[in-house]
């Protein structure tokens, strides 16, 4: 009797141990050289209250990039990702900003997305879809400084700007980590929440505190609600947008010194928040699309002005295997 006891227990243990464990395996193990392309499209507005007016201009990113996938052998997933294409425009009707790669055929800003899309770079990613190993985009900015500066300083002080925004490794990290990083890594059951944060520079270095629910799963396809808060990780505006981005040599700070404008500080203090859905295929754990709304508000300050500004943004992924 006794050991018919402790084999029940046991029995009852395990079934116990199966249920806290759940029915929905929610990690991130795409297959070897699994190739796929992401598109990623951001639009919306920017207003800023400047002098008693206020100025609303539209802004549209859409950037096309290429991914491997391989698994390493402690179990992590290695990713090697390039750039195919990208459209930039800033303004109504593209007219404050507009870099188009597939319309302007001949232009130097082709030539310069033609090398970029030559070089590979890798991360390291977790069963939940972390970056573990920082992506290093050194070697991808020397190749796009190279292809400046044969071109017209105006013209090359324009692309750099344009391009800085996408080519640095914090970026890049955040990028990839807005698109996988949404797993919790095990197997849970409908309606399991968890969380995680990540950092992503933008305008100025992003703290986003996430919250997820696993809402429903239907034919191998998890829908993953998020809701986020954001706020800024300092006042230093590490990345200030196409309008003032620029390469290191024309002002980029350092350490957690503000940006420097013509011998002006410029930092910034923002807060905001984020929501949307994720769809999640079960067997890779690969995000095959996602919807997010972004708002965010603050102030610019430079030196003692301060700008208010508000930003809402749509956000889009889409991943398709090649």
């Known amino acids: 009797m006794k050991h018919f006891c402790q084999a029940f227990l046991l029995v009852l243990l395990v079934a116990a141990a199966g249920c806290r464990e759940g029915k929905y395996d929610l990690r991130f193990q795409p297959a070897d050289d699994s190739r796929y392309r992401l598109q990623t499209d951001i639009s919306g507005k920017v207003t800023v209250k ?14 096309s990039s290429l991914l491997r996938f391989d698994t390493m052998p402690d179990g992590n997933t290695q990713v090697a990702f390039a750039y195919e294409d990208y459209n930039l425009s800033q303004g109504k009707d593209k007219t404050m900003f ?8 001949d232009s130097a800003a082709l030539r310069v997305l033609d090398m970029m899309s030559s070089v590979e770079f890798n991360a390291t990613i977790s069963k939940k879809g972390q970056v573990l190993t920082k992506v290093s985009t050194d070697s991808l900015w020397k190749v796009v400084e ?24 914090d970026m890049m990290s955040g990028m990839l980590e807005q698109c996988f990083y949404v797993l919790p890594g095990k197997k849970v059951n409908e309606k399991a929440k968890w969380k995680n944060q990540i950092r992503m520079k933008s305008i100025f270095t992003m703290v986003i505190n996430n919250d997820f629910e696993l809402k429903s799963v239907k034919n191998g396809i998890a829908e993953i609600a998020l809701t986020s808060t ?9 990345m200030p947008g196409l309008a003032l981005a620029s390469p290191p040599s024309l002002g980029q700070p350092k350490d957690n010194t503000a940006f420097d404008i013509m011998g002006m500080k410029l930092d910034a203090d923002f807060k905001g928040k984020q ?10 754990g690969l995000m095959q699309t996602a919807r997010l709304q972004q708002q965010l508000s603050g102030i610019f300050k430079i030196n003692s002005i301060e700008i208010p500004m508000d930003m809402d943004m749509k956000i889009d992924y889409k991943l398709d295997g090649l």
């Open 146 to 169: 190279a292809g400046l500066q044969p071109l017209e300083e105006q013209l090359r002080k324009q692309l750099a700007t344009a391009l800085r925004p996408l080519i640095n490794d």
């Open 275 to 284: 929501q949307g859905l994720i769809y999640v295929n079960l067997g890779t």
């Open 50 to 63: 400047m002098l008693g007016q206020e100025l609303k201009q539209p802004m549209n990113t859409s950037i």
């Open 230 to 238: 954001i706020t800024n990780a300092d006042q230093q505006v590490a």
């Open 98 to 105: 507009s870099l188009d790669s597939l319309s302007q055929k």
